[in-house]
């Protein structure tokens, strides 16, 4: 284990995954329609069972409650003196917790209640407007204050003027791709330009390991914002590339750390760990399960791995149904199996209607911004396989903010412009992943048009076949540059795949030595109990058998006392006796000697 985690099984996956290139568990064999049924019912068990771990409005923190709104939205309900009451409508009436009011106006809207202790209000920088857009209420829900009503859209505005790099903003992330759209871009308070994509790059780039609750909320939010973004129907592309090729590297990271037992790493993505406590288990199991549910495409929700993680939390949840939990874990857990019955369930998807979101704000002063071209080319780390080879670097072209695209260069040609003329009668992607091009060919007799050019124009036959061979050549380019990308990324996954695969293998067989060792140890320990149990019943028994002969002693004693005791008596009668005859005796001497 120490070999995994010291040479790092997170360097491993810093591998670029083709995100056209098909994944390499989409044929993995998925379980059965009837096991399917059997597991949905076993999780809607596990959600039954914890409804019934009610929290009380006048105990619990808000911190707390919110957890609770997440896993039911508004079908949550509360303990509130004598009744039960609906967690949403309530905290909706102004309500306080030690005297502290859960949300306030401020100059940009309205926010919930910042930090003060652990768990009692937001721990996170609006946690709870992010809670609130996964329970669904819209932007017009209001919310009482004492200086008056907020709604969510206030909530939201105050999110976007108050965004700053200084601080957290997965939470920010998660809210705003829910309440706005992917491509808004606005200024805050500061004046500085922001973007739902320049929130995607920040998350991104922001490690894992060491955030909150290992990293899952964080890819959470990163996977719920993508989710988004493709709602519009567009192809990944800019940071939605990198954002992606994130998400796809901690997936299997997840079903490579997965315990045999179908748990998830309790170090969660730091290394192999499995801890036996279901504290611990619902804990790391739940918040992976949770990222998984978000990131997880719908071909991939039956395969075995994912059934069994499903199946382990749920069965753990039944199991220890009246042990007490962590609020936290356990509500977090809920929602990632309440994602998976949602998206399990073809009639409620084909019943869903589309979300609503706000329009993009994209104001001139931002919109007319030059790329941010400082990012614009890295080249990935070199990777290290098991045998010790180096496998090449590869030069991607990474995003701007904007969603600007940089060109790749060859050393046998010129830069070739994205926006370059497509071959006639060809269908060619763009490299930047934007809206493919159609162009007809030219019919006998009518002058050709060049697509994507501003001022249309008939050209001259000389100057026509120019551009056609010119278009062609730029045509072939492109695409020999993205097979050789294509290829170039299907060996870096096949890599990482043999190298997941070696990895698992040895810690299979790691954890197959240390259970064999465990269970000898057991059974050594068995027979050290057994043999002093048989000591202990020995010395029982002797114990017995000591006490029987002490109270036969004390018996005969006894019997010896009663013994001397009646010898005594007769002792006593026979000296009365003998007292009395000789007074006799002596009376008659004297009698004589009167005589």
């Given at each position: ?14 591998v ?29 068990m ?54 502290d ?17 652990p ?33 969510i ?5 105050h ?17 705003l ?14 004046s ?19 955030a909150?609750c290992?990293g ?16 519009t ?42 801890k036996r406590?279901?504290a ?38 039944i ?5 007490p ?18 998206r ?14 706000i ?80 162009v ?38 492109r695409?020999r ?6 290829v ?108």
């Amino acid at each position: 284990m120490n070999r995994l985690t010291n040479k790092g099984i997170v360097a491993t996956f810093f591998v670029v995954v083709a995100c056209v290139a098909p994944s390499l568990s989409a044929a993995s064999k998925s379980i059965s329609l009837s096991e399917q049924q059997q597991l949905r019912a076993r999780v809607q068990m596990a959600m039954d069972v914890s409804r019934k771990r009610h929290l009380n409005a006048q105990v619990h923190t808000p911190w707390q409650i919110m957890h609770g709104i997440l896993t039911f939205g508004e079908e949550f309900t509360l303990n509130h003196g004598n009744s039960r009451i609906s967690a949403v409508e309530w905290i909706a009436t102004n309500p306080r917790f030690r005297g502290d009011a859960w949300f306030e106006k401020t100059e940009f809207g309205g926010r919930a209640h910042p930090f003060t202790e652990p768990y009692f209000f937001e721990g996170h920088p609006n946690q709870f407007l992010a809670i609130m857009s996964l329970a669904g209420l819209k932007l017009d829900f209001e919310i009482q204050t004492k200086d008056g009503k907020i709604t969510i859209a206030d909530m939201v505005e105050h999110a976007r003027m108050t965004v700053n790099d200084r601080e957290e903003i997965t939470w920010t992330l998660w809210a705003l791709s829910h309440y706005i759209h992917c491509d808004s871009r606005w200024k805050n308070k500061e004046s500085e330009n922001w973007s739902i994509e320049k929130l995607v790059q920040i998350q991104t780039r922001d490690t894992v390991v060491d955030a909150a609750c290992g990293g899952t909320h964080g890819l959470f939010a990163l996977a719920y914002a993508r989710n988004r973004y493709l709602e519009t129907g567009r192809p990944l592309r800019g940071v939605w590339i990198e954002a992606e090729q994130k998400l796809q590297k901690y997936i299997a990271m997840a079903k490579a750390l997965q315990n045999s037992d179908g748990t998830f790493s309790s170090a969660y993505f730091k290394g192999p760990e499995n801890k036996r406590d279901f504290a611990d288990v619902c804990a790391s199991s739940g918040h992976i399960l949770e990222f998984l549910m978000q990131a997880l495409p719908d071909d991939r929700l039956h395969e075995p791995w994912v059934a069994q993680g499903v199946a382990k939390l749920a069965n753990g949840l039944i199991e220890n149904r009246h042990e007490p939990i962590e609020v936290g874990a356990l509500y977090h857990a809920l929602s990632g199996l309440r994602l998976y019955l949602e998206r399990t369930n073809s009639e409620a998807i084909a019943r869903r209607a589309p979300k609503k979101i706000i329009a993009p704000e994209i104001p001139e002063t931002v919109a007319s911004q030059p790329p941010d071209t400082a990012a614009t080319q890295r080249k990935l780390p070199t990777l290290t396989g098991n045998n010790g080879s180096q496998m090449p670097s590869i030069d991607l072209p990474l995003p701007s903010l904007d969603g600007n695209v940089a060109t790749i260069p060859t050393p046998s040609q010129p830069t070739v412009n994205e926006k370059a003329v497509p071959t006639p009668g060809v269908r060619l992607p763009s490299l930047g992943g934007g809206p493919e091009v159609a162009v007809e060919p030219k019919k006998s007799g009518e002058p050709q048009v060049l697509a994507n050019n501003a001022a249309t124009r008939p050209i001259t036959e000389p100057q026509q076949a120019r551009d056609i061979a010119r278009q062609h050549k730029i045509a072939m380019e492109r695409r020999r540059l993205e097979l050789k990308l294509q290829v170039a990324e299907a060996q870096a996954e096949r890599a990482t795949a043999n190298a997941l695969r070696a990895e698992a293998m040895a810690q299979r067989a790691e954890a197959e030595a240390l259970e064999a060792e465990a269970q000898a140890l057991q059974a050594e320990a068995d027979a050290k109990y057994a043999e002093a149990k048989a000591r202990r019943v020995e010395a029982s028994a002797k114990r017995t058998n000591a006490n029987a002969l002490r109270a036969d002693a004390v018996a005969e004693e006894a019997e010896a006392s009663a013994v001397r005791r009646e010898a005594e008596a007769r002792k006593a009668e026979f000296d009365v006796r003998t007292s009395g005859g000789s007074a006799m005796q002596d009376k008659n001497v004297q009698s004589t000697s009167a005589q």
